[in-house]
C-alpha cells in the first residue's frame, strides 16, 4: 500500500507540470493579454485610473513599457515560466494583476459562497438520490420506476443555466412571480435581522440556485445507485441467501447495501470537492454569486493570468489528491481490494 501511494504521489508531478505548462503556453498566444486590458480601460475610463496609471486617450510606447516591466513581461517567456514554478513550488499563487489582490485573498474570499453552494447540492443530491435509487431498484420494472425514470431523465436533459432563466423568469421577477431575490446569498439589511430571519433570508436566496445545481447531480446520482443495487441483486450471493429464508429486507441491508455502495462511498470525495469547484459558473454569473466560479470566469475573460495560473495549480492539485483518496477509500469499503498487490 505505501509503495503504490509513494507512486500515486510521484505521478502527481508530472501532471501538474502538464496542466500548468500547456495553460502557460496556450496563454502567451492569445491576444489582447493583461497590459491591453488596463490600456483599454484606461482609455473608456476618460479621467479614471487603471493599474496606477492616469487613463487618457493617449497612452503612448514610454506607459506601455512601464506596464510591461511592472507585470514582467519585459522578461522572456521562459524565464517567466521558471518563476512562476518556483513560486508556485512555496505555494505562492501571486497577485492579481487587474484587482491588485493577492491571489490567495481573491480565494479565501470567493470560497464562502461556493463552500454554501457545495455542501448543500452535494448533501441534498445525496440525502434523496441514494434512497430513491435504491427504491428503483427494488421495484425495478414497475410503473413507480418508469415514472421516476422519467422525471429524473428531464431534470438530467435540462441544463442548468437554462432552468435558471426559466426559474428567473417564473419565480424571481422577470415576468410573473417575484417571489424570490435575484442576486447574492443575502439581503442587504441581513446585519438588522435576527438569528432566525438570517438562516430564512440565507435559504430564501439559496433556493433558486440550489435548484439549478442539484437537478443535474441529483439524476446522476440516482440512477448510479439504481444500476449498481441492480447489478448487485443479480449475483450469485444473494440468491443464496435467498434461498437460505432470509427477508428481504435483511438481504438488501445485510448483503447487498454494502457492496452496491462501494461505488458511491469512494465517489464521495471527489462529487464533494467538485461540489466546490465545478459547474457553477454560469449559474453564479446568472445570479450574481460572488464564487470561486465567477472569479475564474472574469479572471480568463480579463486575461487575469496569475489568478487563471494560480486557481488551475491550486484546483487541479486539489484533484489529484481527492482521487488519490477516493481510490484509497476502496480498501476501506472493500478489504478485498489491494493496490500493493497489484502487478507481483
Known sequence: MLSYILKR???MLPTLL???TLTFVVMQFVPGGPVEQIMSEARAGAGGEAGGYK???DLDKKQREELMKQYGFDKPAHERYFTMLGEFARFDLGKSFLQNKGVWELIKEKLPVSVSLGLWTFFISYLISVPLGVAKAVREGSRFDALTTLAVLLGYAIPGFVLGVLLIVLFAGGTFYDWFPLRGLTSDNWDELSNWGKVKDYLWHLT?????LVIHSFAVVTLLTKNTFIEEIRKQYVLVARAK?????RVLYKHIFRNAMIPLVTGFPAAFIGAFFTGAVLIETLFSL???GLLSYESVVRRDYPVVLGSLYLFTLIALVVKLVSDLLYTVVDPRVQFGSVGK
Open 9 to 11: 504521489l510521484a505521478l
Open 18 to 20: 502538464g496542466a500548468l
Open 55 to 57: 487613463a487618457g486617450r
Open 208 to 212: 433558486l440556485p440550489l435548484i439549478c
Open 245 to 249: 429464508g432470509l427477508s428481504q429486507q
Open 290 to 292: 460572488d464564487g470561486l
